[in-house]
C-alpha cells in the first residue's frame, strides 16, 4: 500500500480513535506502526483475536493492564551497564508485577479466548526478581533493611547525628551564646549542621563559617564542639553510599541477567494493549469482525464511514461478483465520494485487522495493493492542472495494478474537454478491468453510464436525490444509474423555460441555435473625460466632502498645498481640495450683503456680542473677568 492511499483514506486518523483506548505506550506504538496486510491468513489472525477480546472484555470486569509501562528506556540503560536508580527499580517492580497479573488473568480467560490464552504463556514471571526489588526499594528509597552492614552503617549515622545535635542544643541554651545567636534553630548547610550567628559575632564563635546570608546579617556556623563529630558523620556518608550503590548494582544485575524474558514480556504485553484497545473500539462503536476472502468480493451492510459523525446513512453496497467494475453517478455533494471512501477505509481496516462498523453479513476482500485517485492533487510546484495531475496518479495506478487490486477513482476523466474525459475515462477503466483489476468509479459523464450498461462485467449505480427538497439522500441504487439533476434543479431554482429547453435540446440533440444579439441591447462606448478639474471655491460655500460623505461649509480658499479650511460640524479641519465635491455657491445660499463672517461665528459668542451692545452688565463683568485672567 502506498502512501497516498493510507493519505487520502484518512488511516492514520482513524488509529488516532483507537489508540484512545490503549493504556500504555506500548499499545500505542504498535497501533501506530500496523500496516495493512495482504496475506488472508495474517489478516484471519488478527481477526480471530478480535472476536477473543471481545469475548474476554464482555465476560469479564476488566483487563488488568494499569500499572503496565513501556520499560524499553531502561532496558537499554541496562543492556549500556548503567545502574538502575531506586525509582527506576520500583517502576521495573510494577511492570513485573503487572506481567504476572495479566499472565494469572489471560491462563483463567482460556474458555473465552483460546488463542488470546497461548499468548500467556510467553510471559515469564520473575517473581524472585519483584521480591528482592521489593525488599530492597522502599517508597522510591533504599530500605534500612536492604543489607546487614547499611543497616549498621545508618545506625552509626543516626548516633553521631544525636552527638552533634546534642551538643547543639546545648550551645543554643547556652545563656553566654545568647547574643550571637540569629535564629535559635539548628540548620544544615552542604549537609553539616550548622547555628545562625549574627554576622557581628561571628569572630566570637569558635567554628567554621559555612555559609552567609543573603543580606549578610547572618553567618552560619559550625562550633569546633561538633567538628570531630561532623568529620565522622562525613565518613559514615561515604560508606552508606557505597553500600547503597552495592546495593543498586546487585539489583540491576538481577534484571540484566533476564533481560531477554523482561524484552519478550514486554512485547507480550504490548500486543495485549494493542489488542483489547482494538476490541474496546469496536464494542464502543458497534462494529463487527467481518468475513473475508482473497478473490475481489465486497460486501457491505449498513456500513459507515468511521471518521463520520452524527446521523450518518448507512451503505449497503457490493462488487465483485456479478460485476467487477462499478460506475457510480449522481448529483454533486450526493455522496458519490463518500461512498468510494467508505470503501476504501474499511477495506483497508480489514486489512490491518480492525473490526469495522457495519452489519452481519458484510464481506471484504483481501488486496495486494489499494489505489486512490480522490481530489484534487493539483501540483504548482510541476506547474500541472488538474486533469494532468490526475492523469499522471491514474498512469501509475496502472502501471502499479495487478488481478489483486482495488481501484477507486472519483470523477473520472474529468477537467478537460467533456467528449475527450469520458472516452479516455471509458479506455481507462476498460484497461484496468482486462487487467483484473475491481474497479469503483464515480463520474457525471452519460457515456460512461451507456459503456456500463453494455458491457456485462460493468454495473451502474447512483446516489439517490430527493426531488422536492432538492437534496441529496445519500443512498446508493446499484443497478440503476442517476442524473445530476442540473435541469431539474435549474427550474427549481427559477431558470427560466426558454433557457432549460435550449439546454435540453443541445443535450438531446446538438442542436445550437445561433442566433445574434438585438444592436439596441449592445451599450455603446462611453469616452472617459481625462480633463483635470479645477476648483473655485470662496468663503461660505457649500461643499460636499468625500471621505465623510457630508457637507461642510468653506472657511478659507485654496492655499498652495490645495487645501482649505472647512466648518464641519462646529470644527474647522483641513481638507484637500480633491476629497471634495462642489454642492452650492455662496451666492446661491445666502441673500446678498449677507455677513459670511457671522457663518463661523458660534452662538455663544453672537448672544454675548448682542448682551454687550444693549449693556449687559453681566456681559460687561465677563468681558472684564475674561481680560482679567489673560492678564495673569
Not at 554576622?199 to 569558635?206: G, I, L
Not at 538481577?254 to 483489547?276: G, H, P, S, W
Not at 445519500?474 to 431539474?488: C, P, R, V
Not at 479645477?534 to 457649500?542: A, F, L, N, Q, R
Request: hydrophobic share 35%.
Amino acid at each position: 500500500m502506498n502512501n497516498t492511499t493510507l493519505d487520502k483514506l484518512q488511516l492514520n486518523d482513524l488509529k488516532e480513535l483507537v489508540k484512545i483506548y490503549c493504556v500504555s505506550s506500548l499499545g500505542k506504538e504498535l497501533i501506530d506502526n500496523i500496516k495493512p496486510k495482504t496475506s488472508i491468513y495474517s489478516v484471519d489472525t488478527m481477526l480471530k483475536e478480535n472476536k477473543e477480546a471481545r469475548n474476554i472484555l464482555e465476560n469479564s470486569n476488566h483487563i488488568p493492564l494499569e500499572g503496565v509501562f513501556n520499560l524499553n528506556n531502561l532496558i537499554d540503560k541496562v543492556k549500556k551497564g548503567i545502574i538502575l536508580n531506586p525509582e527506576e527499580l520500583m517502576k521495573t517492580e510494577a511492570f513485573l508485577r503487572g506481567c504476572k497479573k495479566i499472565k494469572n488473568f489471560m491462563e483463567n480467560m482460556k474458555f473465552y479466548g483460546e488463542t488470546l490464552s497461548s499468548y500467556s504463556l510467553n510471559i515469564t514471571d520473575l517473581t524472585s526478581i519483584e521480591e528482592e526489588i521489593n525488599f530492597c526499594i522502599k517508597a522510591n528509597k533504599i530500605d534500612t533493611n536492604a543489607s546487614s552492614e547499611l543497616k549498621k552503617i545508618r545506625r552509626k549515622i543516626e548516633n553521631c547525628e544525636s552527638k552533634i545535635k546534642d551538643r547543639l542544643n546545648k550551645f543554643l541554651t547556652s545563656s553566654s551564646n545568647k547574643k550571637y545567636i540569629q535564629e535559635f534553630l539548628i540548620s544544615k548547610r552542604d549537609d553539616r549542621y550548622v547555628i545562625p550567628i549574627k554576622a557581628s559575632y561571628k569572630h566570637e564563635v569558635n567554628g567554621v563559617v559555612l555559609d552567609t546570608s543573603s543580606k549578610g546579617n547572618t553567618v552560619f556556623i559550625e562550633p569546633d564542639s561538633v567538628s570531630k563529630f561532623s568529620t565522622e558523620l562525613i565518613s559514615l556518608k561515604a560508606e552508606e553510599s557505597i553500600e547503597e550503590y552495592r546495593i543498586l548494582s546487585y539489583l540491576t544485575e538481577l534484571i540484566f541477567d533476564k533481560i531477554q524474558e523482561i524484552r519478550i514480556n514486554t512485547e507480550v504485553i504490548a500486543n495485549y494493549d494493542m489488542i483489547f484497545a482494538k476490541a474496546k473500539y469496536s464494542l464502543n462503536h458497534n462494529c463487527i469482525t467481518p468475513n473475508i476472502n482473497n478473490h475481489g468480493y465486497i460486501k457491505l451492510v449498513k456500513a459507515k464511514h468511521p471518521l463520520l459523525k452524527g446521523n450518518i446513512v448507512p451503505l449497503d453496497f457490493e462488487i465483485g461478483d456479478k460485476y467487477r467494475s462499478l460506475i457510480i453517478t449522481g448529483p454533486n455533494a450526493g455522496g458519490k465520494t463518500v461512498t468510494l471512501k467508505t470503501v476504501g477505509i474499511l477495506t483497508l481496516m480489514t486489512q490491518c485487522g480492525f473490526d469495522i462498523p457495519a452489519e452481519e453479513g458484510t464481506s471484504i476482500s483481501i488486496f495486494e495493493n489499494i489505489f486512490v485517485d480522490i481530489g484534487d492533487n493539483q501540483s504548482i510546484e510541476n506547474a500541472l492542472s488538474t486533469f494532468s495531475s490526475h492523469i499522471q496518479n491514474i498512469a501509475s495506478i496502472i502501471n502499479k495494478s495487478n488481478k489483486s487490486t482495488l481501484v477507486l477513482l472519483d470523477e473520472i476523466g474529468s477537467g478537460t474537454e467533456p467528449n475527450e474525459g469520458a472516452a479516455l475515462a471509458i479506455a481507462i477503466l476498460d484497461e484496468l478491468y482486462q487487467m483484473g483489476c475491481i474497479t469503483i468509479a464515480s463520474t457525471h459523464y452519460g457515456e460512461l453510464k451507456k459503456f456500463a450498461t453494455m458491457h456485462p462485467d460493468f454495473e451502474n449505480a447512483g446516489m439517490m436525490f430527493n426531488k422536492n427538497t432538492l437534496e441529496p439522500l445519500y443512498k446508493l441504487t446499484i443497478g440503476h444509474s442517476q442524473n445530476s439533476n442540473a435541469l431539474f434543479i435549474s427550474k427549481k431554482m427559477g431558470i427560466r423555460d426558454k433557457v432549460l429547453k435550449k439546454a435540453n435540446n443541445y443535450i438531446n440533440n446538438k442542436d445550437y441555435e445561433i442566433n445574434l444579439i438585438d444592436s439596441r441591447k449592445i451599450r455603446n462606448e462611453e469616452k472617459i473625460d481625462n480633463t483635470i478639474q479645477t476648483y473655485d471655491y470662496e468663503i461660505g460655500d457649500k461643499i460636499r466632502l468625500l471621505d465623510k460623505d457630508d457637507f461642510g461649509i468653506v472657511y478659507t480658499g485654496i492655499d498652495k498645498f490645495n487645501n482649505l479650511q472647512v466648518l464641519y460640524k462646529d470644527e474647522f479641519i483641513t481638507v484637500n481640495v480633491k476629497r471634495t465635491k462642489p454642492y452650492l455657491k455662496a451666492k446661491d445660499l445666502y441673500p446678498e450683503g449677507y455677513d459670511l463672517n457671522s457663518l463661523f461665528v458660534s452662538f455663544k459668542d453672537r448672544k454675548l456680542e448682542k448682551d454687550i451692545a444693549r449693556g449687559s452688565k453681566n456681559a460687561l463683568k465677563k468681558i472684564q473677568k475674561e481680560i482679567k485672567n489673560a492678564s495673569h
